[in-house]
Nanobody, 126 residues
Framework: QVQLVESGGGLVQAGDSLRLSCATS????????MGWFRQAPGKEREFVAA????????SYADSVKGRFTISTDNAKNTVDLQMTVLTPEDTAIYYC???????????????????WGQGTQVTVSS
Protein backbone atom coordinates (compact mmCIF):
# COMPACT_ATOMS: atom_id res chain seq x y z
CA GLN A 1 0.00 0.00 0.00
CA VAL A 2 1.01 3.59 -0.65
CA GLN A 3 -0.31 6.66 1.11
CA LEU A 4 -0.14 10.05 -0.58
CA VAL A 5 -0.93 13.37 1.08
CA GLU A 6 -0.83 16.62 -0.85
CA SER A 7 -0.25 20.06 0.64
CA GLY A 8 0.58 23.57 -0.46
CA GLY A 9 -2.54 24.60 -2.31
CA GLY A 10 -4.17 27.97 -1.85
CA LEU A 11 -5.46 31.18 -3.39
CA VAL A 12 -2.97 33.21 -5.42
CA GLN A 13 -3.05 35.92 -8.06
CA ALA A 14 -2.25 35.52 -11.71
CA GLY A 15 1.50 35.57 -12.26
CA ASP A 16 2.27 34.19 -8.81
CA SER A 17 4.10 30.98 -7.96
CA LEU A 18 3.06 28.10 -5.74
CA ARG A 19 4.75 24.90 -4.63
CA LEU A 20 2.75 21.75 -4.03
CA SER A 21 4.17 18.86 -2.07
CA CYS A 22 3.09 15.22 -1.90
CA ALA A 23 4.23 13.21 1.11
CA THR A 24 4.52 9.50 0.40
CA SER A 25 4.59 6.58 2.79
CA UNK A 26 4.19 2.85 2.72
CA UNK A 27 5.71 1.08 -0.22
CA UNK A 28 9.13 2.03 -1.57
CA UNK A 29 8.60 4.00 -4.76
CA UNK A 30 12.17 4.10 -5.99
CA UNK A 31 11.45 1.97 -9.06
CA UNK A 32 8.22 3.63 -10.09
CA UNK A 33 6.65 6.84 -11.33
CA MET A 34 4.93 9.75 -9.70
CA GLY A 35 2.44 12.01 -11.40
CA TRP A 36 0.51 15.19 -10.82
CA PHE A 37 -2.96 15.58 -12.26
CA ARG A 38 -5.59 18.27 -11.93
CA GLN A 39 -9.34 18.52 -12.24
CA ALA A 40 -11.27 21.71 -12.77
CA PRO A 41 -15.02 21.95 -12.09
CA GLY A 42 -17.00 20.27 -14.84
CA LYS A 43 -13.90 18.90 -16.53
CA GLU A 44 -12.16 15.56 -16.63
CA ARG A 45 -9.03 14.90 -14.66
CA GLU A 46 -6.03 15.84 -16.79
CA PHE A 47 -2.36 15.07 -16.76
CA VAL A 48 0.03 17.77 -15.56
CA ALA A 49 3.45 16.18 -15.03
CA ALA A 50 5.14 12.87 -14.27
CA UNK A 51 8.59 11.71 -13.33
CA UNK A 52 10.34 8.46 -12.61
CA UNK A 53 11.17 8.54 -8.89
CA UNK A 54 14.86 8.36 -9.84
CA UNK A 55 14.45 11.47 -11.98
CA UNK A 56 15.62 9.59 -15.06
CA UNK A 57 12.72 10.76 -17.19
CA UNK A 58 10.13 13.50 -16.96
CA SER A 59 7.02 14.45 -18.88
CA TYR A 60 4.87 17.59 -18.89
CA ALA A 61 1.58 18.60 -20.40
CA ASP A 62 2.03 21.22 -23.10
CA SER A 63 -0.07 23.67 -21.11
CA VAL A 64 2.41 23.73 -18.21
CA LYS A 65 5.72 23.07 -19.95
CA GLY A 66 8.24 25.75 -19.05
CA ARG A 67 6.16 26.93 -16.08
CA PHE A 68 5.86 23.85 -13.85
CA THR A 69 8.62 21.61 -12.53
CA ILE A 70 8.18 18.20 -10.92
CA SER A 71 10.83 16.87 -8.57
CA THR A 72 11.32 14.06 -6.08
CA ASP A 73 13.21 14.14 -2.80
CA ASN A 74 14.47 10.77 -1.65
CA ALA A 75 15.43 12.01 1.80
CA LYS A 76 11.97 13.41 2.51
CA ASN A 77 10.00 10.89 0.42
CA THR A 78 8.15 13.71 -1.27
CA VAL A 79 7.30 14.68 -4.81
CA ASP A 80 6.85 18.38 -5.41
CA LEU A 81 5.31 20.47 -8.14
CA GLN A 82 6.75 23.95 -8.47
CA MET A 83 4.30 26.13 -10.36
CA THR A 84 5.20 29.55 -11.76
CA VAL A 85 3.45 32.21 -13.83
CA LEU A 86 0.09 30.86 -12.73
CA THR A 87 -3.03 31.79 -14.69
CA PRO A 88 -6.73 31.44 -13.87
CA GLU A 89 -6.76 28.45 -16.24
CA ASP A 90 -4.56 26.61 -13.72
CA THR A 91 -7.36 26.71 -11.15
CA ALA A 92 -8.21 23.14 -10.18
CA ILE A 93 -7.86 20.48 -7.55
CA TYR A 94 -4.37 19.02 -7.90
CA TYR A 95 -3.79 15.34 -7.20
CA CYS A 96 -0.62 13.39 -6.61
CA UNK A 97 -0.55 9.83 -7.92
CA UNK A 98 1.76 6.82 -7.94
CA UNK A 99 2.15 4.30 -10.76
CA UNK A 100 3.62 1.10 -9.37
CA UNK A 101 2.83 -1.03 -12.39
CA UNK A 102 5.34 0.30 -14.93
CA UNK A 103 9.09 0.20 -14.35
CA UNK A 104 10.20 1.92 -17.55
CA UNK A 105 7.61 4.11 -19.25
CA UNK A 106 5.82 7.22 -18.00
CA UNK A 107 2.07 7.31 -18.40
CA UNK A 108 -0.18 10.32 -18.87
CA UNK A 109 -3.36 8.34 -18.33
CA UNK A 110 -5.06 8.63 -14.93
CA UNK A 111 -6.25 5.04 -15.16
CA UNK A 112 -2.65 3.82 -15.20
CA UNK A 113 -1.98 5.21 -11.73
CA UNK A 114 -2.59 2.94 -8.78
CA UNK A 115 -2.63 5.26 -5.78
CA TRP A 116 -4.02 8.76 -5.34
CA GLY A 117 -3.94 11.50 -2.76
CA GLN A 118 -7.00 13.41 -1.62
CA GLY A 119 -6.13 16.50 -3.63
CA THR A 120 -5.33 20.11 -2.82
CA GLN A 121 -7.19 23.13 -4.18
CA VAL A 122 -5.33 25.73 -6.23
CA THR A 123 -7.24 28.88 -7.11
CA VAL A 124 -5.71 31.58 -9.28
CA SER A 125 -7.49 34.91 -9.41
CA SER A 126 -7.16 37.32 -12.32
Amino acid sequence: QVQLVESGGGLVQAGDSLRLSCATSGRTLGYYSMGWFRQAPGKEREFVAAQRWSGASTSYADSVKGRFTISTDNAKNTVDLQMTVLTPEDTAIYYCAADVSRTISLSRRPNDYDYWGQGTQVTVSS
